[in-house]
Structures are given as C-alpha cells and as structure tokens.
C-alpha cells in the first residue's frame, strides 16, 4: 500500500503562497487545508496547477483570494488529494496577481473609514496615516502620501527587530521614531499582523498622539479579525 506524504504546522512568515508553491513543485496531486481566525480554506493541486480552491460556499479565485490573505493560523498539506470539482483555470502567476489585486481592493475598502475617523480626531497634527503589513506593504492610506509614507514604513518596519535589542522575538507592539521634521507612530495589529500607521507633526503633543492613536487599536483588532 503506497503512503503519501503529510505535512502540517504552522503558517510561517512567508505565507500561504509558498506553501503552495511547494505543493506545486512536488507535481502531484495534492490538497492544502487551512485552518485561520476560525475559518477553514482549502486548495487543491494537479499538474503544477491550482485547480479548485473553497471557503464555505465560496469557490475559485475569490476563495483563493482570501486563503492567500491567511497570515496566520495552521495548514496540512496532503499529498494525493484530489478535488470534487475544478473552478480554476488560470496559470498560477496569473491567479497570484488577480488574488492581490482582489485583497487590496478589499483592504482599502475595510480600513478606510476607520482611517478616516482617525485623521479627524488627530486634525490638524496628521500628515498621514495607514495600515501596513510587517513586511512594509501598503494596506490602506489616508492622505495617499503613499510612496514616502510606504518607503519609511518598510525600512522602519525591517529594521525595527534588529535596531530594539531587548525585543526577543517577532515585531515589537509599538514604534515610536521621531526625525526632525515629523513623529512616526506605529501599532502592531493582531492577528493579521499589520500595523496601524500615524505620521503627525513634531509640534504635536505625543502622549495625547499616543493615547488618540492607542484608543483605535480595539476598534481595528477586531475588524481585522474579519478579513
């Protein structure tokens, strides 16, 4: 009796693309189950292929859409899994591309009102605000000062663990980093493992910045746990 492969842990930084991308590599059939914020996705492989992806009772690329959005959570991939029904046809770059451009349209539209209320009540100090993943990917932006705000929030965001030596592991819950002209504020977000992005005037008065700014953080948990 032949025995196929199983794994399963954890899903890592890198995400749920390259565990797929592994499953694609080993050119077999084989089934990606996903388990994150209390909901269960799937994927299946044939051929160096995604054909089929599921999440309750949606199908196909905006199923694959949302698995690819897992930040977080556990998976098993099984090989030799093959799928009740096929609703993808497209190449894997292809689905990569319509996948992202499917999350970030959902992305703006989840964060901006939230955005919205924020920049009111830190009127007039804001110059911009937002909300990033870790790896410094703009999310959403309230003033669209997108590329300074998203270069300055990637450096700062990849550099944070290595610059904060008493951080002992993963990204730190806040980051307050003042340069001559403006104040950066940022908020880690769990689980989607982002950050609340406020960039405010110098002149400002940081602890009522801080205590603004911190006073939203349960308002975006728990929406971002809805994603």
């Given amino acids: 009796m032949r025995s196929y492969l199983r ?9 749920v693309e390259s565990l797929i991308e592994m499953a694609l590599q080993m050119d077999k059939p084989a089934r990606l189950t996903v388990t994150s914020r209390g909901r269960s996705y ?3 492989m044939m051929a160096q292929k995604v054909v089929h992806a599921a999440n309750g009772q949606e199908r196909g690329v905006p199923a694959l859409a949302h698995l690819l959005a897992s930040r977080s959570g556990t998976f098993a991939l099984d090989e030799g899994m093959f799928p009740q029904e096929v609703t993808i046809s497209q190449p ?6 319509e996948a992202r451009s499917q999350q970030a349209e959902e992305d703006e539209k989840h964060f901006a009102p939230l955005l919205a209320q924020l920049a009111a009540q830190l009127a007039p ?21 997108l590329p300074n705000m998203s270069e300055q929030a990637a450096m ?21 980093v003042q340069t001559q ?4 504020l940022g908020l880690l977000l ?13 002149s400002a008065p940081l602890d009522h ?5 911190s006073s939203f953080l349960p308002q975006f948990v728990s929406t971002t746990q809805t994603i």
């Fill in 156 to 176: 700062l965001l990849q550099t944070a663990p290595h610059a904060l030596p008493n951080l002992s592991s993963g990204m730190p819950q806040r980051l307050i």
């Fill in 7 to 15: 794994l399963s842990g954890a899903i890592g930084g890198s995400g």
């Fill in 181 to 184: 002209d403006e104040t950066f």
């Fill in 92 to 97: 894997w770059e292809a689905l990569r591309i």
């Fill in 42 to 44: 799937e994927a299946f």
């Fill in 190 to 202: 769990e689980p989607r493992r982002a950050y609340l992005i406020a960039i405010v005037q110098n």
């Fill in 125 to 145: 100090h804001l110059k911009d605000a937002g909300v990033l993943e870790e790896n410094g990917r703009l999310l959403a932006c309230h003033a669209q000062r």
């Fill in 209 to 213: 910045i801080v205590s603004t700014v």
